[in-house]
């Protein structure tokens, strides 16, 4: 016969056994006693010299909940917990709904905090999603709830939340957005501050007014909904418009490495960015403070005050990846959009250099000759390709590869492209770490392909290093307010996939930029900043009718500089084509001692010859010019070079050819320089 008495029996178990614990749990809590309370709560920022980055430390200053707007206190507890000064330090309701989704969707996602919770997890633990933080979470909840009065929680809590832009608790952020006490909060400016913990990024009247204001409004409703102001009130608060104060960053010093350093440890730590700034951790980062600033300077030097154009920096070191400095637009107070890290750009010839490396690959020598001339391309569709070299100049005669890449010859480049075939310079880009669309097209050659600074920058620095594999970085170490190091970069073995012989041929092939001996059918596309290097440097630099780009590097530091408009505008203005170029040689100067003489490194199986950059051939002692090129043991060019004749023979040829007055208007010719 079916009776109710075992499952009676069973349920007042189970209520016993809760009862039992709950006991437990308040006893534990009170046997623990009070839980320190500390403001020491903000995430602070390192340099690599581990100096704080003074900005990154972000703004506090503690008041007393009567120094603060009624308004304010009324609108945070109608806002994110209503019923705080009747629960216990938990929203039953509210965890009962949040554990069934959770259990629904098998993940950890949805919680139902109070005022007491947050505070708890602000003060003691990290925001990582796990049942493990919950539990430690609650534990301290209830010592709170114990052991201080609710006004002692909230004075602490509105003294501790992070209202975004730098300003932790209610009055650094009352003075931050509005430049005045939070006793002097309007109802429209309280609710606008207490929209903004939930999501400070998303909610910021900075990054988006009307999603702000939209929020504000709705918090004044709830005001008025809970009769905590008058008709009267609420309809002046719906209809106050309130003015910002301009100077909210009071120090915007390498704003953009910030954000990428918060991402980055987004990504080691989970959770979203918010909770990491409030969580109290010391971060060491890779950032070089002297080159930054120099840096930044540059670019203000460098940038006409009235022209929109932007730009974006990024410099690592080629050893490790490691981010130097980082610039990711001229006024990060005007837009915090980082152009170094997210905005993907055609790189025009900057893209070159690893069309080079895959022919190097596949039998090319600096030495290879392939002919200058305007060139029609049949493409698979049926289409013609004509590529143009820069205002049309061509040599109308064979260059070497060397000339090619020093003068940026287009025709050179999509015919070897052509040559391999357009996969496998798509191929040897992936082996360089470009994850971004790569169009399997011959203009590919020539950079049709859009891809972010800080991803171009890498591979440059893999070329820079022999071909070891790196990814860039900007966080050596995360320690805990515990003292636990909850990260540290390994040290591990850099692994070598590109051929090292191959990658200083082409490095090496990358410094005849810098080289007028290799000036031809025109000048060398770095001649406009020779004058002020004064080291060996390898790189390239690569335009369209809308970026500017410039990529090199030394053996210890590697920098890519873009120029262009947000609006893809085309650049006109002489002077700001100049930019990328000009940034770029004035930091990397900057950013090498006097003292420092590192050189490139040579691979045992590399040799140099004499080469004649006319023909390619070894260069003869009647060669007016020549330039040590570097090559692969056997593959050296065995001919010497017989287009010049001696010094007296020339003469006599000029004399009787008259071929002397044209040659000094070929001079002439080569005089005009690329852009």
């Keep these: 016969m079916f009776t109710l008495r075992p499952i009676i029996k069973f349920f007042i178990k189970i209520g016993l056994l809760f009862i039992l614990c709950i006991s437990a749990i308040y006893l534990a809590s009170f046997l623990l006693g009070p839980p320190p309370i500390s403001s020491d709560y903000v995430t602070i920022l390192y340099d690599n010299n581990g100096e704080t980055l003074e900005r990154m430390n972000g703004l506090n200053e503690h008041i007393e909940l009567d120094e603060m707007s009624p308004y304010v ?28 989704k959770n259990i629904q969707s098998g993940h950890l996602k949805e919680g139902a905090s109070t005022i007491s919770q947050q505070y708890a997890r602000n003060l003691y633990l990290t925001h990582e999603k796990t049942w493990v933080r919950k539990i430690k979470e609650a534990f301290y909840t209830i010592r709170l709830e114990m052991f201080y009065s609710k006004e002692e929680i909230l004075t602490g ?32 400016e309280a609710a ?44 002046s608060a719906q209809s106050e418009k309130i003015t910002l104060e301009t100077n909210h960053l009071d120090d915007p010093f390498a704003s953009f490495y910030e954000d990428v350093v918060m991402k980055e440890a987004q990504h080691i730590l989970g959770g979203d960015i918010e909770s990491i700034k ?21 670019i203000k030097d460098n940038m006409a005050d009235d022209s929109d154009i932007e730009i974006g920096v990024v410099a690592i070191h080629p050893a490790n990846g490691a981010v130097l400095s980082l610039i990711g637009g001229r006024d990060y107070k005007k837009s915090s959009f980082n152009r170094a890290t ?24 600096p030495s290879t000759m392939l002919k200058s001339e305007p060139t029609k391309f049949t493409i698979a569709d049926g289409n013609v390709y004509k590529p143009k070299n820069y205002n049309s100049y061509y040599a109308y ?57 800080d991803e171009m920058v890498t591979a440059y ?47 090496h092939l990358m410094t005849g930029m810098f080289d007028k001996k290799l000036n031809g059918y025109m000048q060398v596309t770095g001649a406009t900043i020779i004058p002020q290097l004064t080291r060996t440097y390898a790189g390239k630099s690569g335009t369209t009718d809308y970026d500017s780009w410039m990529i090199g590097f030394s053996p210890k530091v590697v920098t890519g500089v873009w120029t262009g408009y947000d609006n893809n505008q085309s650049i006109q203005k002489v002077a700001e084509k100049k930019i990328a170029k000009e940034v770029w040689a004035q930091f990397m100067e900057a950013a ?31 060669c007016p010019i020549s330039r040590v090129t570097y090559f692969e043991k056997g593959t050296v060019p065995t001919e010497k070079c017989q287009e010049h004749f001696p010094v007296q023979e020339k003469k006599k040829v000029e004399e009787k050819t008259g071929d002397s007055f044209f040659l000094k208007l070929f001079e002439l010719f080569k005089k005009r320089i690329p852009d």
């Design 157 to 188: 809590y509105l003294n501790t939340i992070y209202y975004g832009h730098g300003a932790y608790g209610i009055e650094s952020a009352s003075k931050s957005y509005f430049n005045k006490h939070a006793d002097a909060l309007t109802i429209s």
């Design 592 to 622: 090498h001692p006097s003292e420092d003489d590192s050189t490139f490194i040579v691979p045992p199986n590399v040799v140099k010859a004499n080469i004649d950059p006319e023909t390619g051939k070894l260069a003869t002692p009647n």
């Design 342 to 365: 997210e905005a993907k750009r055609m790189v025009g010839s900057t893209f070159k250099p690893f069309l080079y490396y895959a022919a190097l690959e596949n039998g090319y020598t």
């Design 397 to 453: 005669k064979p260059i070497s590869l060397a000339q090619a890449i020093a003068l940026s010859d287009n025709v050179y480049a999509v015919k070897t492209n052509m040559y391999l075939k357009p996969e496998t310079v798509v191929q040897t880009a992936r082996q360089l770490g470009i994850t971004g669309n790569l169009p399997n097209v011959p203009s590919l050659a020539l950079g049709s392909a859009s891809i972010t600074i």
């Design 278 to 298: 409030n969580g109290g951790y010391k971060i060491y980062t890779t950032l070089n403070r002297d080159l930054q600033s120099k840096l930044e300077k540059i």
């Design 192 to 235: 606008m501050l207490a929209g903004i913990p939930k999501g400070p990024t998303y909610y910021s009247p900075y990054n988006n007014l009307d999603r702000a204001t939209e929020r504000q409004k709705f918090i004044i409703q709830l005001l008025y909904d809970e009769h905590l102001i008058s008709k009267e009130e609420y309809e």
């Design 461 to 507: 620095g893999i070329i820079a290093n022999g071909g070891k594999e790196i990814e860039s970085f900007t966080i050596k170490k995360i320690i805990n307010q515990q003292g636990k190091v909850m990260y540290s970069r390994p040290n591990k073995e850099t692994k070598q996939i590109l051929d090292e012989n191959k990658t200083f041929i082409l490095t």
């Design 73 to 100: 206190v009324d609108a945070t507890i109608v806002t994110e917990d209503k019923d705080f000064y009747n629960h216990f330090g938990f929203d039953i309701k509210g965890i009962a709904r949040a554990i069934l």
